[in-house]
């Protein structure tokens, strides 16, 4: 009856939020380049770098619109790609960013930090930093299509874990080939020094689309939660699911709160090309406009409807389904247009 009733004040919550629309996450896909071939990469980034990056400039601006209506300390900014660091420019950008009193982050591979770039990026403002380690040494490299790139991202996760005041976690995309390893990864991550871990499934949107071997089934999915809950407050480490979907009764068991999709509610991006959308991995589809045309703000007020009455998607295989008040069609990130249902549902797959 408790957990009803803190739902229904959650779902409550989320209508006033959607209202409010109030930017608070704000991704910047810096380039569409990246040093890796990703077997579950949603954005399909190029290893070859063949794409002209943004100027930082543009984003710069639109940055300062954001704080014309918003306090700059207030609004996180979150590089990402591509890997971010095949950017040469960031302690400047991270320089300037900061000195308009946003604080900043980035989301990376970590095959390219080093101590000096670190420190670096740290003088320059660097707050926060999610490096992905997606099992042991060959599940990893299997999945990052390199050699070697579980060595450079066990490498820069030490870095961050040594560093005072940093705020950072390793996330784990839980596969096939690494779903018999969470124990072993939790042990290495402890030894690290890593406190915080996030675990995901892996959804059939990129590339994982055309590879079965990165999707869990039902049973394997509910031992990844039920690992989770056994690890939730762990004193050496905690860990916790990701944002992706309802999670029926995992709901408050696995992660801070109920879920809530943000995307385009308080959660807003502008991608390589310019292109604002919300979550850098939703479909290209559901953009709103682009900075070259569109001023952000303006987009930002007046656009995004569709995130945020997600009535929109009360169709397909949503459309009668009675957990629709807490799920609300699953993240946006699993919606593409023209489909009617989302491309998996997490409260289906748990039924079996």
Request: with cysteine; aromatic share 10%; charged share 25%.
């Amino acid at each position: 009856m408790q957990k009803t009733i803190a739902q229904r004040l959650y779902n409550q919550y989320i209508k006033t939020q959607s209202k409010l629309h109030t930017l608070n996450y704000f991704f910047w896909e810096c380039t569409s380049n990246c040093n890796l071939s990703c077997l579950h990469c949603g954005s399909d980034c190029k290893v070859i770098p063949n794409v002209k990056d943004m100027p930082f400039e543009d984003f710069i601006n639109v940055a300062k619109r954001v704080a014309q209506q918003y306090d700059p300390s207030k609004v996180m900014i979150v590089l990402t790609g591509g890997e971010p660091l095949m950017r040469k420019d960031l302690p400047e950008f991270g320089k300037q960013i900061k000195a308009l009193g946003f604080p900043w982050g980035m989301v990376s591979n970590g095959y390219l930090w080093t101590p000096e770039l670190f420190r670096s990026l740290r003088n320059s403002g660097l707050r926060s930093a999610t490096i992905s380690l997606d099992g042991l040494e060959n599940s990893h490299d299997w999945l990052r299509g390199k050699t070697g790139s579980f060595k450079r991202a066990l490498n820069a996760i030490s870095l961050l874990a040594a560093e005072k005041g940093m705020v950072y976690d390793v996330v784990t995309c839980v596969n096939q080939r690494n779903i018999n390893e969470l124990n072993d990864i939790k042990k290495l991550l402890i030894e690290t020094g890593v406190k915080r871990w996030r675990l995901f499934l892996i959804d059939p949107i990129g590339r994982a689309a055309l590879n079965p071997e990165l999707l869990l089934n039902s049973a394997q999915f509910r031992y990844v939660l039920d690992f989770i809950v056994e690890n939730r407050n762990g004193k050496e480490i905690s860990t916790s699911y990701g944002c992706d979907g309802y999670l029926d009764e995992y709901e408050n068991k696995v992660r801070d709160g109920f879920f809530f999709c943000r995307a385009g509610i308080h959660v807003g991006s502008i991608l390589s090309n310019g292109d604002i959308l919300a979550c850098p991995n939703i479909n290209r589809g559901f953009v709103q406009g682009n900075i070259y045309k569109d001023d952000f703000l303006d987009v930002w007020n007046n656009k995004f409807e569709i995130f945020r009455n997600r009535k929109h998607f009360k169709t397909g295989i949503c459309k009668n389904c009675k957990e629709w008040k807490n799920c609300r069609g699953d993240g946006m990130h699993l919606h593409e247009p023209g489909n009617e249902s989302p491309l998996i549902c997490y409260n289906k797959l748990l039924r079996g």
